[in-house]
């Protein structure tokens, strides 16, 4: 009744299912993903579930495949045009990944090589990047690396949350004040006007949109994935990089839509595939290993803070931005992503402006800094990092 693939799914769906709701219930200030893993480590270290439930559901094979599927949808959400608006924000990102990464390799004496190199792109970004690293360290035979990898992913956005949130907070105290000052929304980005309402110079899919249906979206991606995989193969680089690229140029020239996974109403099964990659990892972990596992975490997370704090607080690097709070901010969207950048900035609005007005402008203040500092590093540079470390696993 119970040894089948069907409960097995089930119970992965039950999991996966309660972390999202404590998520929404609490307004994302308990991270859906922590619950989740936490209910798998916990039901594997005390023998509830199988240690292998991930393949008896029929998940593994899926997620085999499923996340070159999930990187070309991840570049075909970047939108070249925002990131050129926010350079400055970019800077910032890009400025504070490369600190996580020096921050990492200083790490390797502290607690070990292939720790280091698993945690590191892990920290710049979120759960392709986890499957990537976690998989490598998993198919070299370091079970302990890849299970500091599967911690770290669950608990960055509780280390991130509280960091953004009070940084935001700050920024959004500054950015209420000056206008109530002077009564001008300074951020306000006014689109285009068009005489008639439409698209005065729509693109391929925007002319042939009706035939783009949830199979023909499928099939794209499946030939995008399977270029990918081919081209990785005779270049030798990861392959997750061609995805990712592949989907930014796509969606550049107009010949796909943006989210082509979320356009085919299948992003859900998706990441489920993809989160089920990364749960193996854990049902290695033993009780008397724990304690090493979340001191290691600790120490990672501690470097990776005083770091960025004395880059954007104490040295000049702030001024990019041209103010303390909204680059330390921005530092450690790296560790949140969407749409935790997103229920964050909404939060801080919600917790600063008085009237909608108010609200409003914080968000045009802050909101698209959060968005692209989350979707640069997460969705591609740290799937690119992924790949130019993962050979180096072992």
């Not at 390799?105 to 986890?130: R, S, W």
């Not at 550049?252 to 089920?276: E, Q, R």
């Not at 990892?281 to 008397?288: D, M, Q, R, V, Y």
Request: glycine share 8%; proline share 4%; hydrophobic share 55%.
């Amino acid at each position: 009744m119970f040894n089948n693939m069907f409960f097995y799914l089930f119970i992965c769906l039950l999991f996966f299912g309660i972390g999202d709701f404590l998520s929404v219930l609490t307004k994302a200030k308990v991270s859906s993903v922590f619950v989740s893993l936490l209910l798998f480590l916990i039901a594997f270290i005390t023998g509830i579930i199988p240690p292998d439930i991930i393949k008896q559901a029929g998940l593994a094979d899926f997620g085999k495949w499923a996340i070159l599927f999930i990187v070309f949808s991840l570049g075909t959400t970047i939108n070249l045009r925002e990131l050129i608006d926010e350079w400055r924000t970019l800077a910032v990102s890009f400025i504070a990944m490369a600190l996580v990464v020096v921050t990492g390799f200083a790490l390797i004496p502290v607690i070990g090589k292939n720790e280091a190199l698993v945690t590191i792109p892990i920290v710049n970004g979120g759960i392709v990047a986890t499957q990537i690293m976690t998989t490598a360290a998993l198919e070299h035979g370091f079970a302990l690396a890849a299970a500091l990898g599967t911690i770290v992913y669950a608990v960055q956005k509780f280390f991130g949350t509280p960091f953004a949130s009070h940084f935001g907070i700050k920024e959004a105290e500054t950015v209420v004040a000056d206008f109530r000052k002077t009564g001008v929304n300074k951020y306000k980005k006014e689109a285009p006007k068009k005489e008639d309402g439409t698209l005065s110079n729509p693109n391929f899919f925007e002319r042939n949109k009706k035939y783009y249906g949830v199979f023909v979206s499928l099939a794209i991606t499946a030939l995008f994935a399977w270029l990918s995989f081919v081209i990785g193969k005779m270049t030798h680089i990861s392959a997750p990089i061609w995805a990712l690229l592949l989907g930014v140029i796509v969606t550049s020239l107009g010949l796909v839509p943006k989210n082509i996974l979320l356009h085919a109403k299948s992003l859900g099964i998706f990441n489920v595939a993809c989160f089920a990659t990364i749960i193996p990892s854990l049902a290695t972990i033993k009780p008397s290993q724990l304690l090493g596992l979340g001191v290691n975490t600790l120490i990672i997370f501690a470097a990776v803070f005083v770091v960025l704090y004395l880059a954007f607080w104490l040295l000049p690097f702030w001024k990019i931005l041209g103010s303390k709070n909204m680059a330390l901010a921005v530092s450690v969207c790296q560790l949140l992503g969407f749409p935790a950048t997103y229920l964050i900035a909404n939060e801080v609005a919600k917790a600063v402006g008085e009237t909608e007005t108010e609200r409003e402008v914080i968000l045009d203040a802050i909101l698209p800094k959060y968005l692209v500092a989350g979707f640069a590093t997460v969705s591609s540079v740290s799937v690119l990092i992924a790949g130019i470390l993962v050979p180096f696993v072992g």
